[in-house]
């Protein structure tokens, strides 16, 4: 590392050249260091994060642990096989299961109260025509999820949630909840267990090599590593734009406590693009960027006023109906989105390899495409 005021002591102790470094401190990137360490502990490997906390969606996505509605499900079959719609599915199954593993239940405030789809009166044609398609995907990811009862019709248990307008509601036993909070603490504590340094507010600016190996020009100097991982996501593509990764927008609002709260579990509505919880007697809710694409497909964090008053509506006439409550913040997070459904895991250059585009989905994925960049790298 070339710093113009750091010490001796800075340089052997929190920095150095490294074997590896991870840019990135989200569930990616940390899961990619500490697989490496447990593969090879004698590698030095180093985690370089741009923010104060991890930037993107880490810590400021919903705490949702899904692996997919059956509108989000029968979207994804427009789109691609049946083979890898359940491929996919297994793989995000897979992955909060490992990530249950790593991190233990207790540690991530885990919680599997089932996930609801829901259906407003407007919504009956699509209703009927998700229920309709209910037998084919438990059928068709019976084999990913190992059970045979995945989605099922649950319209009896609408009026015990309180929730104004809902005509249909499609049940999912399997989705959990978690605090993501918790969950990056909790990965932070076994990575810096294994002797991995991570380094906040160091932006990566460019990527470049040379015969000493990989030099990163960063707001901090220069540092040189063998090889990288670029795990930021939807940041990817400022550093390598070719890549088919465009950021998406989460705003996300989260209530003071509601006296009386029916919710319990995960909701979505309108094929996922809204979705909320119950959280410490409150409720958070989020998503509307499907009001706005284009707008929405932005690294800056914010808010835009017609998202905020359509998560205001929904929540005052639908969520919270008939119900006092107050808002106590606002927040966004960035998503990577792409055409293909799956995540990039390759090398994109001699020595770096890149594991991002999580498409919404990073909780449930972010685990094991960590580990498989991290092996992809180790094999080289």
Not at 217 to 237: E, H, M, R
Not at 251 to 259: A, G, H, R, S
Not at 302 to 327: A, C, M, W
Request: charged fraction near 20%; hydrophobic fraction near 40%.
């Amino acid at each position: 590392m070339d710093g113009a005021n750091f010490s001796y002591w800075e340089r052997t102790a929190f920095t150095g050249n490294a074997d590896v470094i991870v840019i990135g401190s989200g569930l990616v990137g940390l899961s990619a260091a500490l697989h490496l360490k447990q593969c090879e502990p004698e590698l030095k490997v180093l985690v370089l994060e741009r923010g104060f906390l991890p930037s993107g969606a880490s810590t400021k996505n919903a705490g949702f642990a899904c692996f997919g509605t059956v509108s989000e499900q029968l979207e994804a079959l427009k789109h691609a096989p049946e083979e890898e719609v359940a491929r996919l599915a297994a793989y995000k199954w897979k992955g909060l299961h490992r990530l249950r593993k790593n991190l233990g239940d207790a540690n991530i405030d885990y919680q599997q109260h089932g996930g609801n789809e829901i259906f407003f009166a407007e919504q009956k044609s699509h209703a009927e025509e998700c229920i309709d398609k209910i037998s084919l995907l438990n059928n068709l990811l019976r084999n990913a999820i190992g059970a045979t009862d995945i989605y099922s019709v649950a319209n009896s248990k609408i009026s015990d949630f309180g929730i104004k307008g809902v005509s249909h509601m499609i049940y999912n036993a399997f989705e959990g909840q978690l605090h993501t909070g918790k969950m990056m603490r909790t990965l932070l504590n076994r990575v810096y267990a294994e002797d991995i340094m991570v380094l906040n507010n160091c932006e990566i600016n460019t990527i470049d090599e040379d015969s000493s190996g990989i030099l990163l020009q960063t707001s901090n100097g220069l540092f040189k590593s063998t090889k990288v991982i670029v795990a930021t996501n939807a940041f990817v593509n400022q550093l390598y734009p070719e890549l088919d990764v465009v950021p998406g927008r989460g705003q996300v609002l989260v209530t003071k406590p509601v006296q009386g709260l029916k919710l319990k579990g995960t909701y979505h509505f309108n094929e996922g693009y809204y979705y909320f919880r119950n959280i410490d007697g409150r409720v958070l809710f989020g998503g509307g960027r499907n009001l706005d694409f284009k707008d929405e497909e932005t690294h800056q964090f914010g808010h835009t006023d017609v998202v905020r008053q359509s998560l205001l509506t929904y929540l005052k006439d639908n969520i919270l109906p008939d119900q006092p409550f107050e808002v106590e913040q606002w927040w966004s997070g960035i998503m990577g989105f792409g055409g293909d459904i799956s995540p990039i895991v390759k090398q994109v250059k001699p020595n770096v390899f890149c594991a991002v585009r999580c498409n919404g989905m990073g909780v449930a994925m972010g685990s094991l495409v960590g580990e498989e960049v991290a092996d992809l790298l180790l094999k080289s």
